[in-house]
């Protein structure tokens, strides 16, 4: 379904989404690389909540890498749209878009807005989806920092240090501590955006 929502917008079959069987380095192993972001969905659970409520007092007022760019979710259930804007949009020295692409002219007009200023025109494209209890977040690699990109979060989460050949095993660790937080639920899938062979 990704891989359509990425032709249907514009960019290039260069890159698609896979399937990532499993989030233990033997299953990551099996992934095609080099991979330049990574799809968590899950459900959305009161441990998940109280978590990031944590979280977001924690890391406030930390700054932003300006180069990061950063779509808020405002519109109800539209995480994967944002979760796939924000995975194209941090990556886009390494995609190629179609003649007359409209996610390239939404980027483009995008780019210097601040992350609700970016919601706000999203908003003005967007087609509401149906109620859902499951999320979608994005992982990026920007400077050699593994970000975690969550619309509905208000800021980017800098988890550290990461490299190319890295950045796949450190966005699985920060997934595995997603799923041990909410123990004994298994709904948990993750997609990985790798080049086509």
């Not at 990425?6 to 099996?30: H, I, P, T």
């Not at 609700?116 to 920092?145: P, W, Y």
């Not at 699985?172 to 041990?180: L, N």
Request: contains cysteine; hydrophobic residues 35%; proline residues 3%.
């Amino acid at each position: 379904m990704l891989n359509k929502c990425l032709s249907r917008l514009g960019v290039a079959s260069s890159w698609k989404f896979v399937d990532v069987l499993g989030l233990e380095n033997e299953s990551l192993s099996m992934v095609p690389s080099p991979v330049c972001a990574l799809m968590l969905l899950f459900p959305l659970s009161q441990q998940h909540e109280s978590y990031r409520d944590r979280q977001t007092s924690e890391l406030s007022g930390k700054g932003i890498d300006s180069k990061v760019y950063f779509l808020k979710q405002t519109i109800s259930n539209s995480c994967g749209t944002v979760g796939l804007i924000n995975a194209i949009a941090n990556n886009q020295d390494k995609l190629d878009f179609v003649e007359g692409s409209i996610l390239k002219r939404f980027l483009n007009e995008t780019m210097d807005l601040s992350a609700g200023e970016r919601a706000k025109q999203l908003e003005q494209n967007q087609v509401h989806e149906d109620g859902t209890n499951f999320h979608f977040i994005t992982f990026v690699g920007i400077d050699e920092h593994l970000y975690e990109l969550d619309g509905r979060m208000p800021f980017p989460i800098d988890h550290g240090e990461t490299s190319n050949d890295q950045f796949l095993q450190d966005s699985a660790k920060i997934c595995r501590q997603f799923m041990e937080r909410d123990q004994g639920e298994v709904r948990f899938t993750a997609v990985a955006l790798s080049k086509a062979s």
